[in-house]
């Protein structure tokens, strides 16, 4: 590197490709001579290098804005409209020089220079630079912040008082380590509702005084569940409720369509008696399973069939135990990392059957990852009793 605003001649150049034993008739004809400018490089870091992926590039040069989230005691993310991504130092052992308007080897060749010496001003360095790695949201936390204060109905205490935390979209966007689309994504699938401005999670037994309501209005009305009229629903709850969360509801467990003109919902069997089963485990520590079994159908609407498989990532039955027993065990309760899911896991039960832990892990796969290839990364196989089983590469405490 030339000392600042002192031009080298080509004969020095010519000297220096000498010593090198470099020969220019093999190079291209244009040198470039690069120097420091005033001041550059006084303070490594006044610049950063951020690696894109061509579709993230494009997104910037379409004025769309990357936004980097995290508090002070987490790990930095980078958000997209729709994507997250890790955020990392990269070091690397070569210094990384910052020249404006530097021509490539490529342009050069498709220029006609007469000046075959061009003196090139260093504008800043760098020994790093940021890299960019796909990575699953951190969501775990909006269903932490929204479960501070769920709302139990316009009536309750709750809402009389006013010291109780709540969040705007904004305030989400501000804490949540994911892109916009997630973070709204996984407010659906929380069943969340906006209300006055503020996102909230229904109380789960105001959830369940809902759909108890619709239910027995559907049995008096002799609907069919696959053909439920919003109108007459909300003409006969409202004095009841608050219409907009009967109509959140019905949302919750069923899917709108519309027919001549009229809304309906075609409500789901399997998450009514998904709720059901919930609401009769949330209360009891472990359940003999043939009596839930029997209890479980007999609580649910006439005409609804329970089935074990609508409970996938919401219970676990322990075949093992004397008899048979079932117990609450929420997908959405175990811990948001890799290592530490199959740490929790694999505490609570030694061994598990692939049919038994994949509704457990199904949420850590990555676009292009299987749940054999997580298990085979944080587990071992073996056979028991004719069945394949797994167990933890490392000593659980």
């Excluded at 690696?51 to 930095?76: F, M, N, T, W």
């Excluded at 409720?241 to 309906?264: A, R």
């Excluded at 008696?273 to 649910?300: D, G």
Aim: charged fraction near 30%; include cysteine.
């Amino acid at each position: 590197l030339a000392p600042p605003r002192k031009h080298r001649t080509r004969e020095e150049v010519d000297a220096t490709l000498q010593i090198a034993k470099l020969k220019a008739a093999e190079l291209l004809p244009v040198v470039h001579c690069l120097g420091f400018g005033p001041g550059a490089g006084a303070a490594v870091g006044d610049s950063c290098l951020l690696e894109l992926e061509p579709a993230l590039c494009q997104q910037l040069e379409a004025g769309h804005s990357l936004v980097i989230r995290g508090d002070k005691d987490e790990q930095a993310v980078l958000c997209s409209k729709d994507k997250t991504y890790d955020l990392r130092i990269a070091d690397t052992s070569n210094m990384l020089l910052f020249i404006p308007g530097c021509k490539t080897p490529d342009q050069l060749k498709m220029e006609e220079t007469h000046c075959n010496i061009i003196h090139t001003e260093i504008f800043d360095f760098s020994n790093n630079y940021w890299e960019l790695r796909r990575c699953r949201p951190k969501l775990k936390k909006l269903k932490k912040l929204l479960m501070e204060n769920t709302y139990e109905g316009p009536d309750s205490q709750k809402e009389k008082d006013s010291n109780h935390s709540k969040y705007t979209t904004e305030d989400l966007l501000d804490q949540i380590q994911a892109s916009e689309e997630e973070i709204m994504t996984q407010l659906q699938v929380l069943n969340a509702c906006e209300i006055e401005g503020y996102w909230r999670i229904l109380d789960f037994d105001y959830e369940m005084k809902l759909l108890n309501h619709v239910t027995q209005l559907v049995d008096s009305e002799s609907w069919s569940f696959d053909k439920v009229p919003l109108n007459p629903c909300l003409q006969e709850l409202g004095p009841l409720e608050p219409e907009e969360m009967i109509e959140h509801c019905l949302k919750c467990y069923g899917k709108k369509y519309i027919e001549e003109g009229e809304v309906y919902f075609e409500l789901s069997a399997d998450k009514i008696c998904r709720a059901t089963a919930q609401m009769l485990l949330q209360n009891a520590v472990k359940f003999n399973l043939a009596e839930f079994q029997e209890v479980w159908q007999q609580s649910v609407p006439e005409g609804m069939i329970t089935s074990l498989d609508q409970l996938k990532g919401l219970a676990l039955v322990d075949r093992h135990s004397r008899p048979e027993i079932i117990f609450l065990l929420k997908v959405d309760d175990l811990p948001e990392d890799n290592q530490e899911r199959f740490n929790s896991l694999f505490s609570l039960r030694e061994k598990w059957t692939e049919e038994d832990i994949a509704p457990y892990i199904q949420d850590l796969c990555g676009e292009k990852q299987t749940i054999g290839a997580l298990l085979t990364k944080y587990s071992r196989s073996s056979i028991q009793n004719g069945v394949k089983v797994y167990n933890s590469r490392r000593p659980i405490s």
